[in-house]
C-alpha cells in the first residue's frame, strides 16, 4: 500500500511562496509518478502539474506555467511543488496523488494513492 502525506500550506500573501512536499512510502519511488491537484470550494479537482518516475518529464497547468515549479528527490521519496507569484485565485486544498506507472498523467481518474491534502490560502 502507498501512503502519501503533503506538508507546506498555509497562508501567504499575494505574490509570496510556498513550498509544499510530498512524502511516498510503500513501494519504489521511481516507479510512480506524482502529480499535484488542487481543489477549491465548490469547484472542481484540477491538476496542478505532473512529474514522470524518473522526473525527466512534466506537466504543468497554463495557470501556473512559470510560477509554479514540481521536482522530485528519489533518495528521499519525496515531490516537491515550488508556488512563487501567489494569486489568490490559486487558494485550494492542494492534493498529492501517485500512479503505479513511470508516466506523469493529467487526469485524476489515473492516479492511484491521494494523500489528504493541504490547505493553500492567498490573501489579496
Known amino acids: 500500500q502507498v501512503q502519501l502525506v503533503e506538508s507546506g500550506g498555509g497562508l501567504v500573501q499575494t505574490g509570496g511562496s510556498l513550498r509544499l512536499s510530498c512524502a511516498v512510502s510503500?513501494?519504489?519511488?521511481?516507479?510512480?509518478?506524482v502529480g499535484w491537484f488542487r481543489q477549491a470550494p465548490g469547484k472542481e479537482r484540477d491538476i496542478v502539474t505532473a512529474i514522470s518516475g524518473s522526473g525527466d518529464s512534466t506537466f504543468y497547468a497554463d495557470s501556473v506555467r512559470g510560477r509554479f515549479t514540481i521536482s522530485r528527490d528519489n533518495a528521499k521519496n519525496t515531490v516537491y511543488l515550488q508556488m512563487n507569484s501567489l494569486k489568490p485565485e490559486d487558494t485550494a486544498v492542494y492534493y498529492c496523488?501517485?500512479?503505479?506507472?513511470?508516466?506523469?498523467?493529467?487526469?485524476?481518474?489515473?492516479?492511484?494513492?491521494w494523500g489528504q491534502g493541504t490547505q493553500v490560502t492567498v490573501s489579496s
Open positions: 496523488a501517485a500512479r503505479r506507472n513511470i508516466f506523469k498523467a493529467t487526469s485524476s481518474g489515473a492516479y492511484d494513492y
Open positions: 510503500g513501494r519504489t519511488f521511481s516507479s510512480v509518478a
